[in-house]
């Protein structure tokens, strides 16, 4: 009885386990079977590996051979086992030395040919690879790039099955080994964002979509067509800084286990590096924009946009269900989907950007719109108090005006973001040392406590608001913090009266009463 070892990674979610892959090759008929809860992918890996084996001129045990995905009750799904299993089958039939390949983890899909094919994960099974100790990956080649933005870890590019299995003998047997090639990448452009001054008017916008930046906090926008507003949104990821080198990753791990990085054959570093907008459509599902999905689950919207934009115009054409899966996202920065044998979480710390027209027919004027009376009253009521709720910044646009033409060009981007960096920069040094990095960040509960907490002269407008109950608790911190974000563009130490006004102001209620 011969057993080979090698090792793998299941992705679940964005989080990679490593996973051991034994063969053992026992007398018997012929059959080769898998076990440790493959998916239907997975299951048919013995059929690719035969082929891929055969047509390689590589001999597999003629006896039964047995491969075990260990730790076995842990769900395997995908084709990214095909190379491991191979390899095992190989060491167990005594074509590669087992001591070369026992610890080093193997990712990829084969074709009948022999070849190694790309599979979408390969950045999240690394990074769990590098982080359970393992110092050798072997990759497709034409992941190869985006394997190679985890540091400490050496990556082998894998073009066909022969090839590495003489690569293996050669160094089983103490012979030079041809050089690993890496794709040459360099870092990635800076990224092309539509400028802020080609806005024409909208300054109250202009100024709420600043405060919106340079606090991270979430926005709506409702006003007539022709406003403007898919322009603000679509102008915010270029106010925001770029994504640091941890954020940076996890987005990239996103995007892989999407399949949806590039190769690195253009040059261009996979590596994501400016903050991601993303604008799913008003039809889209639940599992488009939330994750899910039949069999394996995919990361949706929500998860796309972590550390960047969510932009859904037309809001209200949503569905109510799929608004509504967004309140536990937006207080958690994450979602968690179940199902009956697993959990999968994905990372979604997004800024949320709410747009609407202020009836279904979209006209600019009352005396032009279409709409019956009832249905311009509840159109806005589509969207959820509790969401509402949960957006700091919310205001009402009006048409732009003759008088706004002649005001023309307001201020750039570049000048704009300077400004968020300088807020956010006062934001880092004043919570990181809580573990916060915004102000939209901060609960609560310490912005009403000692020593943050306002003096009563300061925040007896919201105190009375709260009292009327026009105000929610939610809404009394979420105006907290825009004051914070309002006084740190200002360069003060802490919000006074203007500021809480402005905090105010910046929460119009946009639904009918």
Request: proline share 8%; with cysteine; glycine share 10%.
């Amino acid at each position: 009885m011969t057993l080979g070892r090698t090792r793998a990674v299941a992705v679940a979610g964005i989080e990679g386990i490593p996973i051991a892959v034994e063969a053992d090759s026992a007398p018997g008929l012929p059959a080769f079977s898998i076990v440790g809860m493959p998916d239907t992918a997975c299951r048919q890996a013995p059929d690719r590996v035969r082929s891929a084996a055969a047509n390689s001129e590589l001999q597999l045990p003629r006896q039964r051979l047995t491969v075990n995905l260990s730790p076995a009750s842990l769900p395997k799904q995908g084709s990214g086992f095909d190379v491991a299993i191979a390899i095992a089958a190989l060491a167990a039939a005594g074509v590669v030395d087992n001591a070369e390949v026992a610890e080093v983890v193997h990712i990829g899909e084969l074709g009948l040919d022999g070849s190694v094919r790309a599979v979408p994960g390969v950045l999240p099974a690394v990074l769990a690879a590098a982080a359970a100790g393992f110092s050798k990956v072997v990759v497709p080649a034409a992941n190869a790039a985006e394997a190679a933005l985890v540091p400490g870890v050496e990556v082998l590019p894998a073009t066909d099955l022969r090839s590495l299995v003489s690569r293996y003998r050669m160094q089983h047997k103490g012979r030079p080994v041809p050089e690993v090639v890496l794709p040459k990448v360099r870092e990635m452009a800076a990224a092309t964002v539509p400028d802020l001054a080609d806005v024409v008017g909208q300054f109250e916008a202009r100024f709420a979509l600043e405060t919106a930046a340079a606090g991270g906090h979430h926005m709506a926008m409702v006003g007539p067509p022709g406003a403007g507003k898919t322009m603000l949104a679509e102008r915010l990821p270029g106010l925001l800084p770029p994504l640091s080198i941890d954020d940076a990753l996890q987005v990239t791990a996103v995007h892989s286990v999407l399949g949806a990085l590039g190769s690195g054959e253009d040059g261009r570093s996979p590596l994501l590096t400016h903050p991601p907008f993303v604008a799913p459509h008003h039809g889209a599902s639940m599992a488009s924009v939330v994750g899910g999905g039949s069999g394996r689950v995919r990361p949706g919207a929500i998860s796309r946009a972590h550390r960047g934009v969510l932009f859904m115009d037309e809001a209200p054409e949503f569905r109510r269900d799929v608004l509504d899966a967004l309140r536990q996202p937006l207080e958690s920065g994450a979602v968690t989907i179940a199902r009956a044998d697993r959990l999968v979480r994905f990372p979604a710390r997004f800024q949320l950007v709410l747009a609407a027209n202020l009836c279904p027919c979209g006209a600019a004027k009352d005396g032009a719109c279409t709409c019956s009376a009832l249905l311009r009253r509840t159109y806005l009521n589509r969207l959820s108090g509790p969401l509402l709720d949960r957006v700091d910044v919310r205001l009402k646009l009006l048409p732009v005006s003759r008088a706004s033409l002649a005001q023309g060009r307001g201020e750039s981007t570049a000048a704009v973001a300077q400004r968020v960096r300088a807020a956010r920069s006062r934001q880092s040094a004043r919570w990181s040392q809580f573990g916060w990095r915004l102000n939209a960040d901060v609960p609560g509960t310490v912005l009403r406590s000692v020593p943050w907490r306002l003096p009563k002269e300061v925040s007896r407008p919201l105190d009375e608001q709260l009292e009327k109950g026009t105000l929610t608790l939610r809404g009394y911190d979420r105006c907290l913090r825009v004051a914070w974000t309002l006084a740190d563009l200002a360069g003060e130490k802490a919000p006074g009266p203007a500021q809480v006004g402005g905090a105010s102001t910046l929460r119009t209620e946009l639904r009918a009463a």
